[in-house]
Nanobody
């Protein structure tokens, strides 16, 4: 069994900052790509930022220059530092990780339970 546990969401004023964390636990052999997605009410889930096992990153255009994704491979944890938050960043944020549970298995995508981020004055 593999679990992704997220933390760090909440209510913040426009222009403020939040840091999300997502820790993977359980039967883990290796973790490939990790990423953060978000889903606002009435909208489809979208990729916010991704990071490979080697540290290469990619971002949605809407968050470039404001959000930073990072990971700690020793802790099986991915982070999302969100600065200069805007009302349009309001959404449920989900982490995703491609995890192999054994040396002989292909990686599968696992999702966290989601954490609410609300940007409002």
């Amino acid at each position: 069994q593999v679990q992704l546990v997220e933390s760090g969401g909440g209510l913040v004023q426009p222009g403020g900052s939040l840091r999300l964390s997502c820790a993977a636990a359980g039967s883990i052999f290796s973790i490939n790509a990790m990423g953060w997605y978000r889903q606002a009410p009435g909208k489809q889930r979208e990729l916010v930022a991704g990071i490979t096992s080697g540290g290469s990153t990619n971002y949605a255009d809407s968050v470039k220059g404001r959000f930073t994704i990072s990971r700690d491979n020793a802790k099986n944890t991915v982070y999302l530092q969100m600065n200069s938050l805007r009302a349009e960043d309001t959404a449920v944020y989900y982490c995703k990780a491609d995890i192999s549970t054994h040396w002989y298995t292909e990686p599968l995508g696992y999702w966290g339970q989601g954490t609410q981020v609300t940007v409002s004055s």
